[in-house]
């Protein structure tokens, strides 16, 4: 009964939420006028960011719409700077020796209370025929703690980093004029144990809809057959959640339609419905598709069912939709199945962040990041440990990848059953979503009772919303089944690989097993000495944690195993904070087959030597080791050949036969020039490899990732720097730094160069000198102000004051007694130098308690809160030489006047930014994004004594998208 009655007070907070934010009907039939589709439109451009929180008094929970500061409506923002979104402000932070290890040093958190609270601004017109619609604001994820206001009121109170939520903004719009959203995001509390970001991260929308419509997230398309697709015709299950938001009920007819991967119609079926007022309505239909075509990650097949709404014969909403036909399950004998057969899971986990823009990824580096991993046979990944963002998921599906959807927390209380009701609505559509999971790693209390009855209650509710996919949790635990392993669906381990599995799995047969975090091996690319003092550690399969094992070690015991299902790495890429084994100057893990740009460490060779068909052959380390002459190094091969043999300059080492996954190792006595393999099957040469010796770094090359992007504001090439020698060969040990200049119709986005101890910047921000001179030796006097601050002479600038009394505004020295008002009037000298800056701004202490400025005779802003410290942006209305500033000042009750002192603060013009980034062991990564103007990218490299080097991207026009 229990999940009988948390489903029921969810979907009545869902209507209940759809109440309160009702459209009452403009006539008895209001979808006459909504007619027009939804619109769901990118809201990330031309947003204004401020880094701190002067206005902590800025949310006012006395009265609707009375926010100051920042969230106020008519807030003066010309100063803040201009950035489009995603943006992850912690990423331009420095280092911090003292800051939170696990969080990568940077200087954020609660010991940084100025850089850990940040505003956002945007100004946006509704036309006026969108009268009637409903609006809403959908945020994909902010981190954290968002605080969000439309026209000065407060709309929403969001807490956690990693949910979308929406506010519905219908009652407070100003149609056919301009609106304004603030958003204080306030980061000071983590949520995790590794870099987590800071700042509106993942994408914003505005969405508009009819007021009789689709539910957000409620579209839900499944395949109802649980092993094999059957032959012939396969269903398809559609359920759509309706809205209605209208005071009178309407008759509803759903059609579906189904397109097939080559954009054919497939499929069309229909539903009759009636959609009560203030209500949701759910309509289910099903129709058939013949002869499927499949998805996998190796032929990732999708289909796209477009639904629409029709209310009294019109359209009033239509979407679309992709999905996959494909089944996903796990048995206890075969492991995972994917359409109905054994499919074993090559996986990894990983956190979100990347070089270069940290937790702010654009949709293009998605893509990148798939691809990289697909490139050494991942095929599944584990959202370690929160919702993945949209675009991650949009990618899998498009490029082939299984995806394990894990919740930030267990726990069935009100709030997590809410965001974990919205994270199931919202993925559950997505072909790669093979398993959800509830959680990671709740060490306190995962073998309680309690811990299983949450986790129950949590697997129980995506039985409810998804009853096509499993459920599991990671369980960093041995041979134990109290608690929540004793009630989920599917067995996660999290390390203990071998005789704790056997033996668990002896007791429980019927259970299913899959390896939700396995490895832990430690490297860095390039680096074949551990080196404590530098944060390094080999890259040779041999450094892991106590807890931890070599690649070799799990996954010869997994491979055996089909029952296991395959498991997944910890972690495919490095990522910030969470240095393991060494702290600072160490930044970054080292857990990574790919270090934090996705350049391949030596692992990558192992995984893709028995997760893949290729045949692969590789040799580490490098061969540049001067002053080691006649010493022995160590030479490894990877390879899934059946044999290797070794050469030096020529002369054979000697022939190893390969042991199924597994690996090969000489001692060989370092002399300068090639060390050469062959790879052997059947006693015949299938591969061959080298490493050279090579000269010094003479030319620096830029290979791009994609040399044509699309010109929307949004693409991203990504491109690799690296530097060779007089013949052409890469130099594995340069360091040398790079410079980069751009020019043409786009941006440089974000460096980096893999190296987890580099504490240079990723991203470069504009530097805008600023200077403030305190405003003293006010003259005032008390007169007749009007109550709503209306323009009187003694506001205007050519007003004799010079009869008044002087006061300087400095501490807490009141001036007016209770009911008194006063004008106080100041001159200020301003020069043609600040004139030509980015902003000038006046900041008060306080005005106590009703404020009204004026410079030169124009009203610039009142102040209503007497404990706040107003700033108005005033360049606009100054002028060389003297100018007046003019406050009219009402005090309501106990004294106040003019306090806490005035300052002027002058922005001047940014200084050219000057982008750079060492190479690590031959690499360095540098991203560039398109504007929306096409044409070509031009970005060059250059560095002391190297040649430099020049490539160029195109910029395509944005083609028109297929419905």
Not at 164 to 173: G, K, L, S, Y
Not at 421 to 434: F, S
Not at 448 to 464: C, I, K, P, R
Not at 479 to 491: A, K, P, S, Y
């Amino acid at each position: 009964m229990k999940i009988q009655r948390l489903i029921l007070s969810l979907a009545l907070a869902a209507v209940a939420l759809a109440l309160s934010n009702r459209v009452v009907a403009a006539s008895p039939d209001a979808t006459d006028t909504a007619v027009s589709p939804r619109e769901h439109v990118l809201f990330d451009d031309g947003w204004k960011f401020h880094l701190g929180d002067e206005w902590p008094e800025a949310l006012h929970l006395d009265k609707a719409g009375a926010s100051t500061g920042p969230a106020a409506e008519k807030y003066y923002d010309d100063s803040w700077r201009v950035l489009d979104l995603p943006h992850d402000w912690a990423i331009e932070l420095p280092f911090d020796k003292t800051a939170d290890t696990s969080h990568g040093f940077k200087a954020l958190g609660p010991n940084f209370v100025t850089n850990s609270i940040g505003w956002y601004r945007k100004t946006f017109t509704l036309p006026a025929g969108d009268q009637g619609k409903r609006i809403w604001l959908q945020f994909d994820g902010v981190f954290r703690d968002a605080t969000v206001w439309v026209n000065g009121w407060l709309v929403s109170r969001h807490e956690s980093g990693y949910y979308p939520f929406r506010c519905d903004i219908t009652d407070i719009a100003h149609f056919g004029g301009n609106n304004t959203v603030a958003v204080r995001v306030d980061a000071t509390k983590f949520e995790g144990w590794f870099y987590e970001g800071a700042g509106i991260y993942r994408h914003v929308w505005l969405n508009k809809t009819a007021p009789l419509a689709i539910a957000p997230d409620g579209i839900f398309v499944s395949t109802p057959f649980k092993h094999n697709v059957p032959a012939g015709k396969a269903p398809v299950a559609v359920e759509v959640r309706l809205l209605n938001t209208l005071t009178n009920k309407a008759d509803v007819n759903v059609r579906c339609k189904i397109l097939s991967p080559d954009g054919k119609t497939v499929a069309k079926f229909s539903e009759d419905g009636e959609a009560k007022a203030y209500a949701m309505k759910v309509v289910k239909l099903e129709g058939k598709v013949a002869n499927p075509q499949l998805w996998s990650p190796e032929d990732p097949k999708l289909y796209k069912l477009l639904t629409e709404v029709v209310a009294d014969g019109k359209v009033v909403d239509c979407n679309a939709t992709e999905f996959g036909i494909r089944t996903v399950g796990f048995d206890p004998t075969n492991g995972f199945l994917l359409n109905g057969k054994h499919y074993e899971l090559f996986g990894t986990c990983n956190h979100q962040d990347m070089a270069g823009v940290g937790a702010a990824l654009p949709d293009a580096v998605q893509a990148f990041r798939v691809k990289a991993l697909k490139a050494f046979g991942c095929n599944a990944i584990r959202t370690s440990h929160n919702p993945p963002t949209p675009e991650l998921l949009d990618a899998c599906d498009h490029l082939g990848m299984i995806i394990m959807d894990e919740s930030r927390l267990l726990g069935s209380d009100a709030a997590n059953m809410e965001r974990w009701d919205t994270q199931i609505r919202r993925d559950r559509n997505h072909a790669c979503v093979g398993i959800w999971s509830v959680a990671n790693e709740e060490f306190s209390v995962q073998t309680s009772v309690q811990g299983g009855n949450v986790a129950g209650t949590m697997q129980d509710y995506v039985h409810h919303l998804d009853p096509t996919r499993p459920t599991t949790y990671a369980a960093p635990q041995g041979d134990t089944f109290e608690g929540i392993n004793g009630v989920i669906q599917v067995r996660g381990w999290n390390y203990h690989p071998g005789s704790d599995m056997d033996s668990y799995h002896a007791k429980h047969p019927q259970q299913p097993n899959v390896g939700t975090e396995q490895a832990s091996t430690v490297s860095t690319r390039g680096i074949y000495e551990n080196d404590p003092q530098r944060g390094y550690v080999s890259a040779y399969d041999t450094n892991h944690p106590s807890w931890a094992t070599t690649a070799e070690t799990w996954w010869t015991v997994f491979a055996d195993r089909p029952w296991l299902s395959g498991g997944f790495v910890w972690t495919g890429f490095d990522y910030r904070g969470e240095p393991t084994p060494y702290g600072w100057p160490c930044i970054n893990s080292h857990f990574g087959i790919l270090d934090t740009c996705g350049f391949p460490k030596d692992n990558f060779y192992y995984y893709q030597s028995w997760w893949t068909t290729n045949t692969v052959l590789h040799l580490l380390p490098h061969w540049n080791w001067p002053g080691k002459e006649g010493q022995e190094v160590r030479v490894d091969a990877l390879s899934n050949c059946q044999e290797v043999e070794l050469f030096l300059n020529g002369e054979s080492l000697g022939k190893q036969a390969m042991k199924r996954n597994s690996k090969l190792t000489w001692q060989v006595k370092y002399a300068p020039g090639t060390l050469s393999a062959k790879g052997y099957n059947d006693g015949k040469v299938v591969a061959e490899t080298k490493v050279e010796t090579t000269g010094d770094a003479v030319t620096l090359k830029l290979t791009p990732d994609r040399d044509i992007i699309t010109a929307d504001g949004r693409d991203v090439s990504v491109i690799t720097v690296s530097a060779v020698d007089a013949q052409g060969r890469p130099v594995p040990v340069a360091q040398n730094m790079i410079h980069f200049d751009l020019n043409g119709t786009g941006k440089i986005l974000g460096v980096g160069n893999g190296d987890p101890s580099c504490h240079e910047p990723d991203t470069f921000v504009p530097d805008f000198p600023t200077r403030m001179a305190a405003e003293n030796g006010w003259r005032w006097k008390v007169t007749n102000v009007p109550s709503r601050g209306q323009k009187i002479p003694a506001y205007e600038e050519d007003f004799d004051d010079s009869k008044w009394e002087t006061t300087s505004s400095e501490g807490y020295n009141p001036q007016l007694t209770e009911g008194q008002t006063a004008v106080y009037r100041r001159h200020v000298m301003i020069n043609s130098d600040d004139l030509a800056g980015m902003g000038i701004k006046i900041r008060f202490g306080r005005i106590d308690d009703l404020g009204w400025v004026y410079v030169n005779g124009q009203r610039v802003g009142e102040s209503r809160d007497w404990s706040d410290t107003p700033g108005f942006e005033i360049k606009k209305y100054l002028h060389p030489e003297d100018n007046v500033i003019a406050v009219g000042v009402r005090n309501v009750a106990s004294e106040g006047g003019l306090l806490m002192g005035v300052s002027m603060e002058f922005v001047g013009q940014p200084k050219p930014v000057a982008w750079s980034r060492s190479l690590f062991n031959g690499l360095a990564q540098i991203m560039v994004q398109s504007s929306k103007d096409a044409g070509a990218i031009n970005l060059t490299a250059s560095a002391d004594g190297l040649t430099s080097a020049t490539t160029t991207i195109k910029t395509t026009p944005v083609q028109a998208s297929a419905p």
